[in-house]
C-alpha cells in the first residue's frame, strides 16, 4: 500500500478561502459579472455580424473581467496595481528633487529676519520727533 502525501503551504496567508466550485468569492463575482455583460452582449453582436465575429467580441469585453478576478503579483490585484501605475505615470510629476530640511538654514533665515526686525524698529526710533523737556506729550513740528 503506497502512502500519499498532501502538500501544505508554509505561509497560510496566501491560502484563500474557497465559496462554491473552487472558486473565491471575489473570483465568482468577477466571473458573473462577465457573464452577464459577455452574453448579452453576443447576442446583441451576432444581429449585426457572424457568430464567429460575435464570439471574439464577446472574449474581447468579458476579458477584462478574468484578468480582474485571476491576476495578483505580491498579493496586489490587477486595479491595485493599475492604479499605482496611472498614479505613477499620470498623477505625480516625472521630477521628484530630493530636499531636505536644514535646520542650520531655517537658523539663519530667522536670525536675518530678527536682524531686519531690529534695524526696522532703530530705524523708527531714530525718525520719531523728540520729546520736549517741558515735560508735556506733544511733538514738534
Do not use: W
Not at 37 to 63: N, R
Not at 79 to 102: C, M
Amino acid at each position: 500500500m503506497a502512502a500519499s502525501y498532501i502538500s501544505v503551504p508554509r505561509d497560510l496567508t496566501k491560502v484563500k478561502s474557497k465559496v462554491m466550485f473552487n472558486l473565491t468569492k471575489r473570483q465568482l463575482i468577477c466571473f458573473s459579472v462577465a457573464a452577464l455583460i459577455g452574453v448579452p452582449s453576443f447576442f446583441l453582436i451576432k444581429q449585426i455580424a457572424s457568430t464567429s465575429t460575435a464570439a471574439i467580441g464577446m472574449m474581447v469585453i468579458m476579458m477584462p473581467f478574468f484578468f480582474l478576478a485571476m491576476y495578483e503579483k505580491n498579493g496586489q490585484h490587477l486595479e491595485v496595481i493599475l492604479r499605482h501605475l496611472i498614479e505613477a505615470t499620470f498623477v505625480r510629476p516625472k521630477e521628484r528633487p530630493y530636499k531636505t530640511d536644514n535646520k542650520y538654514a531655517a537658523l539663519k533665515r530667522f536670525e536675518e529676519a530678527d536682524q531686519e526686525i531690529m534695524e526696522i524698529i532703530m530705524y523708527s526710533e531714530a525718525m520719531r520727533p523728540e520729546k520736549k523737556k517741558g515735560g508735556d506729550d506733544v511733538f514738534d513740528f
